[in-house]
């Protein structure tokens, strides 16, 4: 039971460049997200998405995509990377009644 | 909006000793969930404690605790007996239970830098 799993890890980019995110959860649990880590800052929610073939936007979405692509996978895409993309991002799955969200380790992304 | 405040940027406490964490949040609505994550160097996301607004009892997880006031907005958390181990970042959170499209998003405070000292 591997809980919530991302890559990459690291990742640096060039401006414009685009790249995927990869999430993935084994807890059979409908509802995913994403959020990102800026230094000094809790995190904020890009996209989320409460159930299979569902998406919504978050507080910060823009500059980004998403795809739930089955039950247990939910990836983030950046289609031309901008500095200020540069931030840690996690993905994280929700249990249902007691609303406990378990967190990936998060993908460290460097935008030069 | 809802709004979550932790005003303690920085905090440090003794090994053994018990420390409080400050949180505030803003929200009209009465059906919601509170929560303290911990973050250590690792950076993994660790549910420490949650609290549901509608329960009068604090809720506890062996050394943590926390003092929920719902009139007031507060919602702290005390570390008992703190071990080195529990040296990292810990944010507050606020999750809206409302039957819509925010339901189940958390908002997250700025968080505290706690320190324990051997």
């Known amino acids: 039971n591997a809980g919530v799993t991302q890559t990459p890890k690291f990742q640096v980019l060039k401006t414009g460049q685009s790249m995927t995110l990869q999430c993935a959860q084994d807890m059979n649990h409908n509802s995913m997200y994403w959020y990102r880590q800026d230094p000094g800052m809790g995190l904020r929610l890009i996209y989320y998405?409460?159930?299979?073939?569902?998406?919504d936007k978050g507080e910060v979405p823009n500059g980004y995509n998403v795809s739930r692509l089955n039950k247990r996978e939910f990836s983030l895409r950046l289609e031309s990377a901008a500095p200020s993309q540069t931030s840690v991002y996690f993905c994280?799955?929700?249990?249902?009644?007691?609303?406990?969200?378990?967190f990936g380790p998060g993908t460290r992304l460097t935008v030069t | 909006a809802q709004t979550v405040t932790q005003s303690q940027p920085e905090m440090s406490v003794q090994e053994a000793e018990t420390v409080t964490l400050s949180c505030t949040y803003d929200t009209s609505e009465s059906n919601y969930y509170l929560f303290w994550y911990k973050q250590p160097p690792s950076r993994q996301m660790i549910l420490v404690i949650r609290q549901e607004a509608y329960k009068q009892q604090n809720a506890t997880e062996n050394r943590f605790s926390v003092n929920f006031q719902k009139a007031a907005k507060s919602f702290s958390l005390k570390i008992s007996d703190s071990q080195l181990g529990d040296t990292a970042m810990y944010f507050c959170?606020?999750?809206?239970?409302?039957?819509?499209?925010?339901?189940?998003?958390?908002?997250f405070g700025k968080g505290t830098k706690l320190s324990v000292k051997p």
């Open positions: 998405s409460a159930s299979e073939g569902t998406t």
């Open positions: 994280a799955s929700m249990r249902w009644p007691s609303v406990e969200q378990y």
């Open positions: 959170a606020f999750m809206n239970l409302n039957y819509g499209g925010s339901q189940g998003n958390l908002i």
